[in-house]
Nanobody, 126 residues
Framework: QVQLVESGGGLVQAGGSLRLSCAASGRTFSSYTMGWFRQAPGKEREFVATISGSGGLTDYADSVKGRFTISRDNAKNTVYLQMDSLKPEDTAVYYC???????????????????WGQGTQVTVSS
């Protein structure tokens, strides 16, 4: 059974930091690009960051570039999102997902990912 479990969200003041984790099971983790997306109330799920299976390639949404860092530990089947200099507009539920195709890099559309976790709430106060 394929499963993703996000954790690490919480309430933080603007300018603060959080580190999200996403633990994966049920697939050969290192074979898959992983993505972080977020969804605010009343809005569509939007791309945040993606990382290739080896961890050598990454991509970020312009809104988080320079503030967020995606990484992965394939020995632990876990992908991380380090979020620094947080802003109130970063408030959302954050989700991780598997890219649908193994051994393939890319994708900043939510419909290219599946097996979403339950999400973790990030709230940034001003």
């Amino acid at each position: 059974q394929v499963q993703l479990v996000e954790s690490g969200g919480g309430l933080v003041q603007a300018g603060g930091s959080l580190r999200l984790s996403c633990a994966a099971s049920g697939r050969t983790f290192s074979s898959y690009t992983m993505g972080w997306f977020r969804q605010a109330p009343g809005k569509e799920r939007e791309f945040v960051a993606t990382i290739s299976g080896s961890g050598g390639l990454t991509d970020y949404a312009d809104s988080v570039k320079g503030r967020f860092t995606i990484s992965r530990d394939n020995a632990k089947n876990t992908v991380y999102l380090q979020m620094d200099s947080l802003k109130p507009e970063d408030t959302a539920v954050y989700y991780c997902g598997f890219f649908k195709r193994s051994h393939w890099y890319g994708g900043n559309r939510a419909d290219e990912y599946d097996n979403w976790g339950q999400g973790t709430q990030v709230t940034v106060s001003s």
